[in-house]
């Protein structure tokens, strides 16, 4: 006997939709002695289930059936419509990698599918027929919002306590079930999915990202020192702590160093402290709970320390970082846990921190502009990068990769590079450091009429201090407009920068946003002096 006739036989009745007529079929089956042990009836067909019989004994029954006044045709199937349907179901649930929880209006668990046990670490036992408040916690409000209000509330992060009471952030929607005439909320569907999963499978995608300290040119000696430092504490979790100017290539070093290092498979996430209003990094970097302030999110927010989780947080302008959270930041170093905005609870963090400045944190510390205990808790590996100026052998190589480079991407043949412009780089004094280099060639491509750069191609002469601007700009007169007016910026955001602590001081003078300082600065290659 194979395993369906095991687990009974099921008839399928075609016939008249007429009163009486299934409970005639019924009596045919109670004169054999025979239990029902499944039953559905739809508008002119009944479904039976009964159990294992011998095959002589079912045309017995099949030929009794068949005379019922009504019936047309009486035949032998597989399964009762409904079980076939639940094997559908089934069979999707365990196939999905999401996790599936059905909760019943009480909220209890009434299915678990294979992937939220595995996600759970629980054995289904553990969970069934238990309410999910148990699991849970605090976080059971937004399910039984969803059921109430019968609204689907997508990408909920939930941190719950798995097995050993370890802390695991999943992300997870909720969906209300609802009765047919959305009359009643009969329960909730809860999708799970893993964060640290997520994020794995985004950096799988952004694989094409990978940045390794090869692609770092450079030919000093320092440059080779700070490359060999940095790869030697790639592999452990130390703090890093990169200074610099603007411009000198921290955050390839970030980069380089994430790449590296043991959380190579887990996220490379940047922050430029000073890039984002104060009134928003606090709420970037720990995230918050819904309801937390007017205008959050529903559902919350989830931090930059949570999203980085697995891989690195690069915390770049550290120095701009306002002194309140400061403080916050070195509870977080300290602790290794995070509490979201509005939240109650802490969520531990599993990540490296790189941080970088082109500040000077020593002398600010002493200024009582940055935190000194945050300062040491920082300065675990520190990782000088020199400027431009102080390795001029780099020029060469780095001026001929930013050539062919812009050669390539405007599929223009390559160019020469003169002994002359070689020698006119080395020259010049690289207040804007590697990114001044690049503008620099960038343009000289672009305006160099044959396939040789020469020094005159270079146009050195308007990337220079630019507090001689004012006295210089009439004898610009030969310049392109954009570049005279490029100049004219370059010397108005300049000398605020002189004038001014913090690029957020600078801001408020100029009357602009410090985002457009800082991408004036960017683009000009200016930096704050300290
Ligand atoms: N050694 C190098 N090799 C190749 N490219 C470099 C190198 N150094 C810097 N660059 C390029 O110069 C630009 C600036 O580098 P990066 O952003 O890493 O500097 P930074 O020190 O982090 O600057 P900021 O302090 O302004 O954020 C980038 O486009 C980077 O690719």
Redesign the pocket.
Known sequence: MDGIALRGITLEIKGVNRVGITHEVIACIAANQLDIIGMEVRPHYIYVKIPPVPASQITTIVERISQVSGVEQATVIPYLPAEERENRIRTILTTVSEGILLLDDQLRVTTINRAAQAMLKMEPGQLLYHSIEKLWGEAVSEIRRCMLEAIDLPSVPVSLLVAQKIPMTFVCSYHPIVSPEKSEQQGVVIVLRDHKQMQELLSTVQKGEIFTFD????QSAI?RQCIETAKRIAKSDAIVF?Q???????????KAIHFESNRAAGPFVPI?CAAIPDTLLESELFGYEQGAFTGALKGGKLGLFEIAQGGTLFL??IGDLPLHLQVKLLRVLEERRVRRVGGSKTIPIDLRIIA???RNLADMTSKGQFREDLYYRLHVIPIL?PPLRERKS?IPM?AQ??MQKVCRTTNQPTMLLSRSAIHALQAHNWPG???E??NVLERAVYLCPGNEILAEHLYLDIQQDVSVHEEHSSSQSSTLLREQMDSYEKGLVANALKKHASIRQAAAYLGVSHTAVLQK??KYGL?LRN
């Open positions: 692609e770092i040119i450079q440059m990169l610099g100017e603007s411009g000198t290539g921290k955050e390839l070093f970030a430029n770049d302008e970088a400045t082109n990068i780099d780095l990769f930013f450091n590697v990114r280099l690049q600065m960017k930096h």
